[in-house]
Protein backbone atom coordinates (compact mmCIF):
# COMPACT_ATOMS: atom_id res chain seq x y z
CA UNK A 1 0.00 0.00 0.00
CA UNK A 2 1.42 3.42 -1.16
CA UNK A 3 1.26 5.74 2.06
CA UNK A 4 0.58 9.40 2.21
CA UNK A 5 2.76 11.34 4.59
CA UNK A 6 0.49 14.30 5.96
CA UNK A 7 1.65 17.04 7.69
CA UNK A 8 -0.99 18.96 10.15
CA UNK A 9 -1.09 22.79 11.18
CA UNK A 10 -3.47 23.58 13.49
CA UNK A 11 -4.74 22.06 17.02
CA UNK A 12 -8.17 23.60 17.00
CA UNK A 13 -11.46 22.66 17.36
CA UNK A 14 -12.12 21.24 13.78
CA UNK A 15 -8.99 19.27 14.06
CA UNK A 16 -9.60 17.56 16.74
CA UNK A 17 -12.98 17.03 16.58
CA UNK A 18 -13.22 15.77 12.72
CA UNK A 19 -10.45 16.28 10.81
CA UNK A 20 -7.72 14.37 12.72
CA UNK A 21 -10.00 11.29 14.09
CA UNK A 22 -10.75 10.97 10.12
CA UNK A 23 -7.50 10.73 9.18
CA UNK A 24 -6.14 8.66 12.08
CA UNK A 25 -8.49 6.10 10.71
CA UNK A 26 -6.90 5.61 7.85
CA UNK A 27 -4.57 3.15 6.88
CA UNK A 28 -2.52 4.61 4.20
CA UNK A 29 -2.00 7.44 6.10
CA UNK A 30 1.07 8.37 8.17
CA UNK A 31 0.44 11.87 10.46
CA UNK A 32 4.12 13.23 9.75
CA UNK A 33 4.17 15.79 11.97
CA UNK A 34 1.64 18.69 13.72
CA UNK A 35 2.03 22.43 14.11
CA UNK A 36 0.35 24.87 16.35
CA UNK A 37 1.19 28.48 17.90
CA UNK A 38 -0.04 27.22 21.49
CA UNK A 39 1.76 24.48 23.14
CA UNK A 40 -0.29 23.52 25.33
CA UNK A 41 -2.58 22.92 22.35
CA UNK A 42 0.20 21.41 20.23
CA UNK A 43 1.31 18.73 22.68
CA UNK A 44 -2.74 17.79 23.55
CA UNK A 45 -3.42 17.19 19.86
CA UNK A 46 -0.13 15.54 19.03
CA UNK A 47 -0.16 12.97 22.50
CA UNK A 48 -4.03 11.74 21.36
CA UNK A 49 -3.02 11.97 17.64
CA UNK A 50 0.41 9.70 18.73
CA UNK A 51 2.45 12.20 16.39
CA UNK A 52 5.73 12.14 17.12
CA UNK A 53 7.26 15.78 15.61
CA UNK A 54 5.35 18.45 17.50
CA UNK A 55 6.78 22.49 16.05
CA UNK A 56 5.51 25.85 16.64
CA UNK A 57 6.74 26.83 13.38
CA UNK A 58 4.69 25.14 10.04
CA UNK A 59 8.00 26.20 7.68
CA UNK A 60 10.28 24.23 9.77
CA UNK A 61 7.77 21.37 9.58
CA UNK A 62 7.27 21.27 6.55
CA UNK A 63 11.28 21.09 6.10
CA UNK A 64 12.03 18.65 8.46
CA UNK A 65 8.86 15.96 7.62
CA UNK A 66 8.84 16.50 3.83
CA UNK A 67 5.36 15.65 3.41
CA UNK A 68 3.26 14.58 0.62
CA UNK A 69 0.49 16.64 1.54
CA UNK A 70 -0.65 19.41 5.10
CA UNK A 71 -3.85 20.27 6.72
CA UNK A 72 -4.41 23.75 6.95
CA UNK A 73 -6.82 24.20 9.86
CA UNK A 74 -7.14 27.89 11.12
CA UNK A 75 -9.09 31.03 10.94
CA UNK A 76 -9.23 32.38 7.22
CA UNK A 77 -7.66 35.77 8.23
CA UNK A 78 -4.54 33.61 8.64
CA UNK A 79 -4.84 30.94 6.23
CA UNK A 80 -3.22 32.18 2.71
CA UNK A 81 0.24 32.69 3.73
CA UNK A 82 0.91 29.30 4.76
CA UNK A 83 -1.63 27.89 1.93
CA UNK A 84 0.60 29.61 -0.39
CA UNK A 85 3.68 28.45 0.93
CA UNK A 86 2.79 24.97 1.11
CA UNK A 87 1.89 24.98 -2.30
CA UNK A 88 5.01 26.68 -3.63
CA UNK A 89 6.94 23.91 -2.05
CA UNK A 90 4.57 21.33 -3.73
CA UNK A 91 2.42 19.97 -1.33
CA UNK A 92 -1.05 19.23 -1.40
CA UNK A 93 -3.46 21.11 0.62
CA UNK A 94 -6.78 20.42 2.20
CA UNK A 95 -8.35 23.32 4.18
CA UNK A 96 -11.68 24.31 5.85
CA UNK A 97 -14.10 26.74 4.64
CA UNK A 98 -14.17 29.69 4.06
CA UNK A 99 -11.58 28.70 1.45
CA UNK A 100 -10.34 32.76 1.89
CA UNK A 101 -11.39 36.53 2.71
CA UNK A 102 -12.11 37.08 -1.04
CA UNK A 103 -12.54 35.82 -4.42
CA UNK A 104 -9.30 36.93 -5.05
CA UNK A 105 -7.04 35.29 -2.59
CA UNK A 106 -8.88 31.80 -3.70
CA UNK A 107 -8.03 32.79 -7.48
CA UNK A 108 -4.23 33.25 -6.07
CA UNK A 109 -4.34 29.97 -4.27
CA UNK A 110 -5.98 28.01 -7.23
CA UNK A 111 -3.06 29.55 -9.83
CA UNK A 112 -0.25 28.61 -7.30
CA UNK A 113 -1.75 25.14 -7.18
CA UNK A 114 -1.64 24.67 -11.02
CA UNK A 115 1.03 25.66 -11.10
CA UNK A 116 2.78 23.47 -9.05
CA UNK A 117 0.95 20.69 -9.68
CA UNK A 118 -0.74 20.06 -6.36
CA UNK A 119 -4.06 18.36 -5.47
CA UNK A 120 -5.96 20.52 -3.47
CA UNK A 121 -9.73 20.28 -1.74
CA UNK A 122 -11.33 22.64 0.28
CA UNK A 123 -13.68 21.16 3.23
CA UNK A 124 -16.93 21.66 2.00
CA UNK A 125 -18.42 18.99 3.97
CA UNK A 126 -21.83 18.83 2.84
CA UNK A 127 -21.49 17.54 -0.40
CA UNK A 128 -19.68 14.60 1.68
CA UNK A 129 -22.87 13.90 3.87
CA UNK A 130 -23.49 9.87 2.98
CA UNK A 131 -27.32 10.80 3.14
CA UNK A 132 -26.98 13.51 0.29
CA UNK A 133 -24.44 11.74 -1.87
CA UNK A 134 -26.96 8.75 -1.92
CA UNK A 135 -30.20 10.41 -1.91
CA UNK A 136 -28.62 12.73 -5.02
CA UNK A 137 -27.29 9.31 -6.61
CA UNK A 138 -31.32 8.09 -6.40
CA UNK A 139 -33.15 11.45 -7.77
CA UNK A 140 -30.26 11.45 -10.74
CA UNK A 141 -31.54 8.05 -11.69
CA UNK A 142 -34.70 9.84 -13.37
CA UNK A 143 -32.03 12.22 -15.20
CA UNK A 144 -30.12 15.47 -14.18
CA UNK A 145 -31.60 17.35 -11.38
CA UNK A 146 -33.88 20.20 -12.69
CA UNK A 147 -34.99 22.13 -9.49
CA UNK A 148 -33.05 22.34 -5.83
CA UNK A 149 -33.00 24.29 -2.83
CA UNK A 150 -30.70 25.45 -0.30
CA UNK A 151 -31.52 26.47 2.80
CA UNK A 152 -29.69 27.06 6.07
CA UNK A 153 -31.35 29.21 9.13
CA UNK A 154 -29.97 29.95 12.73
CA UNK A 155 -31.01 32.46 15.54
CA UNK A 156 -27.93 34.53 15.61
CA UNK A 157 -29.18 37.93 13.94
CA UNK A 158 -25.70 39.66 15.43
CA UNK A 159 -23.27 36.33 14.72
CA UNK A 160 -19.89 38.26 14.24
CA UNK A 161 -17.02 36.25 12.51
CA UNK A 162 -13.64 36.91 13.18
CA UNK A 163 -14.35 40.03 15.10
CA UNK A 164 -15.94 41.11 11.79
CA UNK A 165 -13.21 40.46 9.24
CA UNK A 166 -15.27 38.14 6.88
CA UNK A 167 -19.04 38.49 6.40
CA UNK A 168 -21.59 35.99 7.49
CA UNK A 169 -22.43 35.05 4.02
CA UNK A 170 -18.47 34.47 2.88
CA UNK A 171 -17.39 32.65 6.05
CA UNK A 172 -20.74 30.23 7.11
CA UNK A 173 -23.46 30.57 4.70
CA UNK A 174 -21.18 29.83 1.61
CA UNK A 175 -21.76 26.13 3.07
CA UNK A 176 -25.42 26.72 1.78
CA UNK A 177 -24.10 28.34 -1.51
CA UNK A 178 -21.75 25.61 -2.54
CA UNK A 179 -24.24 22.91 -1.88
CA UNK A 180 -26.65 24.86 -4.10
CA UNK A 181 -24.03 24.98 -6.86
CA UNK A 182 -23.48 21.32 -6.32
CA UNK A 183 -26.79 20.18 -6.65
CA UNK A 184 -27.39 22.48 -9.75
CA UNK A 185 -24.52 21.13 -11.82
CA UNK A 186 -21.97 23.64 -10.74
CA UNK A 187 -22.03 26.27 -13.44
CA UNK A 188 -24.37 29.16 -13.02
CA UNK A 189 -25.72 31.44 -15.84
CA UNK A 190 -27.44 34.17 -13.91
CA UNK A 191 -28.65 35.15 -10.57
CA UNK A 192 -30.79 37.14 -8.73
CA UNK A 193 -30.61 37.94 -4.65
CA UNK A 194 -32.52 39.62 -2.14
CA UNK A 195 -30.62 40.43 0.93
CA UNK A 196 -31.70 42.02 4.44
CA UNK A 197 -30.58 42.81 7.61
CA UNK A 198 -32.97 41.76 10.58
CA UNK A 199 -32.67 42.41 13.93
CA UNK A 200 -28.89 43.46 13.38
CA UNK A 201 -26.65 46.42 12.01
CA UNK A 202 -25.07 43.47 9.59
CA UNK A 203 -26.76 41.61 6.86
CA UNK A 204 -28.01 38.21 7.54
CA UNK A 205 -30.10 37.05 5.34
CA UNK A 206 -29.27 36.39 1.74
CA UNK A 207 -31.69 34.40 -0.44
CA UNK A 208 -31.07 34.41 -4.69
CA UNK A 209 -32.65 32.48 -7.48
CA UNK A 210 -29.54 30.77 -9.39
CA UNK A 211 -29.87 29.66 -13.05
CA UNK A 212 -27.66 27.32 -13.98
CA UNK A 213 -25.89 26.32 -17.27
CA UNK A 214 -27.40 22.56 -16.81
CA UNK A 215 -31.02 24.26 -17.27
CA UNK A 216 -31.43 23.71 -13.35
CA UNK A 217 -33.08 26.36 -10.85
CA UNK A 218 -31.87 26.69 -7.69
CA UNK A 219 -33.14 28.75 -4.83
CA UNK A 220 -30.81 30.19 -2.14
CA UNK A 221 -32.91 30.54 1.33
CA UNK A 222 -30.84 31.56 4.25
CA UNK A 223 -31.14 33.76 7.32
CA UNK A 224 -29.69 33.97 10.41
CA UNK A 225 -32.59 35.91 12.66
CA UNK A 226 -35.27 33.00 12.71
CA UNK A 227 -36.01 30.04 14.81
CA UNK A 228 -32.92 28.02 15.25
CA UNK A 229 -30.27 26.05 13.45
CA UNK A 230 -31.99 23.98 10.70
CA UNK A 231 -30.32 23.30 7.41
CA UNK A 232 -32.14 21.43 4.84
CA UNK A 233 -32.21 20.64 0.93
CA UNK A 234 -34.68 19.82 -1.99
CA UNK A 235 -33.98 17.42 -4.68
CA UNK A 236 -36.04 17.24 -7.83
CA UNK A 237 -35.73 15.31 -11.12
CA UNK A 238 -38.47 14.60 -13.80
CA UNK A 239 -40.85 12.39 -11.67
CA UNK A 240 -39.10 12.04 -8.29
CA UNK A 241 -38.48 15.01 -5.41
CA UNK A 242 -36.08 14.79 -2.11
CA UNK A 243 -36.54 16.32 1.04
CA UNK A 244 -33.29 16.19 3.33
CA UNK A 245 -32.74 17.09 6.83
CA UNK A 246 -29.67 15.57 7.73
CA UNK A 247 -29.46 17.12 10.68
CA UNK A 248 -32.51 18.05 13.02
CA UNK A 249 -35.03 14.92 11.45
CA UNK A 250 -31.68 12.95 10.09
CA UNK A 251 -33.54 11.64 7.44
CA UNK A 252 -34.55 12.43 3.86
CA UNK A 253 -38.25 11.84 2.55
CA UNK A 254 -38.17 10.51 -1.58
CA UNK A 255 -41.74 10.90 -3.22
CA UNK A 256 -42.89 9.08 -6.76
CA UNK A 257 -45.56 8.46 -8.51
CA UNK A 258 -44.29 4.51 -6.50
CA UNK A 259 -44.83 6.08 -3.20
CA UNK A 260 -42.71 7.57 -0.60
CA UNK A 261 -39.51 5.99 0.42
CA UNK A 262 -37.48 7.09 3.36
CA UNK A 263 -33.58 6.98 4.46
CA UNK A 264 -32.09 8.23 7.45
CA UNK A 265 -28.80 10.10 8.05
CA UNK A 266 -27.56 6.89 10.42
CA UNK A 267 -28.73 4.39 7.86
CA UNK A 268 -27.10 5.93 4.73
CA UNK A 269 -23.65 6.76 7.29
CA UNK A 270 -23.70 3.47 8.80
CA UNK A 271 -23.12 5.00 12.30
CA UNK A 272 -24.47 8.16 14.36
CA UNK A 273 -21.04 9.35 14.77
CA UNK A 274 -21.23 12.52 13.57
CA UNK A 275 -17.64 13.21 12.30
CA UNK A 276 -19.17 9.90 9.63
CA UNK A 277 -22.62 10.90 9.41
CA UNK A 278 -22.20 14.54 8.69
CA UNK A 279 -19.45 14.31 5.86
CA UNK A 280 -15.88 15.13 7.08
CA UNK A 281 -14.98 11.22 7.02
CA UNK A 282 -15.66 11.05 3.42
CA UNK A 283 -14.38 14.72 2.38
CA UNK A 284 -10.78 13.51 4.23
CA UNK A 285 -11.09 9.77 2.40
CA UNK A 286 -12.11 11.91 -0.84
CA UNK A 287 -8.78 13.77 -0.48
CA UNK A 288 -6.57 10.67 0.10
CA UNK A 289 -8.21 8.92 -2.82
CA UNK A 290 -7.67 11.44 -5.04
CA UNK A 291 -3.96 11.79 -4.16
CA UNK A 292 -3.48 8.08 -4.38
CA UNK A 293 -4.87 8.53 -7.99
CA UNK A 294 -3.68 10.97 -9.45
CA UNK A 295 -7.12 13.05 -9.68
CA UNK A 296 -8.23 16.70 -8.37
CA UNK A 297 -10.77 16.70 -5.64
CA UNK A 298 -14.16 17.62 -6.68
CA UNK A 299 -13.90 20.71 -4.31
CA UNK A 300 -10.26 21.70 -5.05
CA UNK A 301 -9.70 25.56 -5.21
CA UNK A 302 -10.25 25.48 -8.68
CA UNK A 303 -13.80 24.92 -7.72
CA UNK A 304 -14.28 26.51 -4.93
CA UNK A 305 -13.31 30.14 -7.13
CA UNK A 306 -17.01 28.89 -9.10
CA UNK A 307 -18.28 29.00 -5.37
CA UNK A 308 -16.71 31.82 -4.17
CA UNK A 309 -17.57 33.90 -7.62
CA UNK A 310 -21.14 32.64 -7.27
CA UNK A 311 -20.82 34.45 -3.35
CA UNK A 312 -19.70 37.99 -5.15
CA UNK A 313 -22.40 37.32 -7.84
CA UNK A 314 -25.13 37.33 -4.63
CA UNK A 315 -24.31 40.46 -3.34
CA UNK A 316 -23.82 41.88 -7.08
CA UNK A 317 -27.27 41.25 -8.20
CA UNK A 318 -29.76 42.52 -5.72
CA UNK A 319 -32.98 43.02 -7.45
CA UNK A 320 -33.48 46.28 -5.56
N1 LIG B 1 -17.05 22.71 7.94
C1 LIG B 1 -17.64 23.17 9.01
O1 LIG B 1 -18.80 22.85 9.27
C2 LIG B 1 -16.90 24.09 9.95
C3 LIG B 1 -17.35 24.26 11.25
C4 LIG B 1 -16.62 25.10 12.11
C5 LIG B 1 -15.49 25.76 11.63
N2 LIG B 1 -15.07 25.59 10.34
C6 LIG B 1 -13.88 26.29 9.81
O2 LIG B 1 -12.70 25.61 10.26
C7 LIG B 1 -11.62 26.54 10.34
C8 LIG B 1 -10.89 26.32 11.65
O3 LIG B 1 -11.80 26.54 12.69
P1 LIG B 1 -11.50 26.00 14.16
O4 LIG B 1 -12.75 26.28 14.93
O5 LIG B 1 -10.95 24.64 14.13
O6 LIG B 1 -10.36 27.03 14.62
P2 LIG B 1 -9.60 27.09 16.02
O7 LIG B 1 -9.42 28.54 16.32
O8 LIG B 1 -10.24 26.21 17.04
O9 LIG B 1 -8.18 26.45 15.68
C9 LIG B 1 -7.24 27.08 14.89
C10 LIG B 1 -5.87 26.71 15.41
O10 LIG B 1 -4.89 27.21 14.50
C11 LIG B 1 -3.79 27.64 15.26
N3 LIG B 1 -3.00 28.58 14.44
C12 LIG B 1 -3.35 29.81 14.00
N4 LIG B 1 -2.35 30.32 13.26
C13 LIG B 1 -1.37 29.40 13.23
C14 LIG B 1 -0.09 29.34 12.61
N5 LIG B 1 0.41 30.35 11.89
N6 LIG B 1 0.66 28.23 12.78
C15 LIG B 1 0.21 27.19 13.51
N7 LIG B 1 -1.01 27.19 14.09
C16 LIG B 1 -1.79 28.28 13.96
C17 LIG B 1 -4.41 28.27 16.51
O11 LIG B 1 -3.48 28.36 17.58
C18 LIG B 1 -5.56 27.30 16.78
O12 LIG B 1 -5.18 26.27 17.68
C19 LIG B 1 -12.24 27.94 10.18
O13 LIG B 1 -11.95 28.43 8.91
C20 LIG B 1 -13.74 27.71 10.30
O14 LIG B 1 -14.49 28.58 9.49
C21 LIG B 1 -15.76 24.75 9.50
Redesign the pocket.
Known amino acids: MNKINIAL ?7 N ?1 VHYPSLAEFEDVNLVGL ?4 PA ?1 LQATAARFHIENTF ?1 D ?1 KQMLEKTSPDAVYV ?4 Q ?2 FE ?1 VIHCLSQGHHVF ?4 PGLTLHQVQEMALAAERNGCKTMV ?3 RRFIPLMRQVKAIVEENGSIIQCMSTFHKNSPAALYYDGIIDVLT ?2 AI ?1 AVDALRWLGGGNVKAVASDINSFDSDRENSFNAIVKFDSGASGYLCTNWAVGGRIHIFEMHALGISAYINPEVDGRAVIHTSEGVQELTTVEAAGTDANYKAYG ?1 YGESRHFVDCIQGARQPDTCFADAVKTMALVEQIYRSRMN
Not at 9 to 15: D, E
Not at 35 to 38: E, K, Q, S, T, V
Open positions: IGAGGMAGCDLIKTYLMPPHLPIEKPGFNCDHF
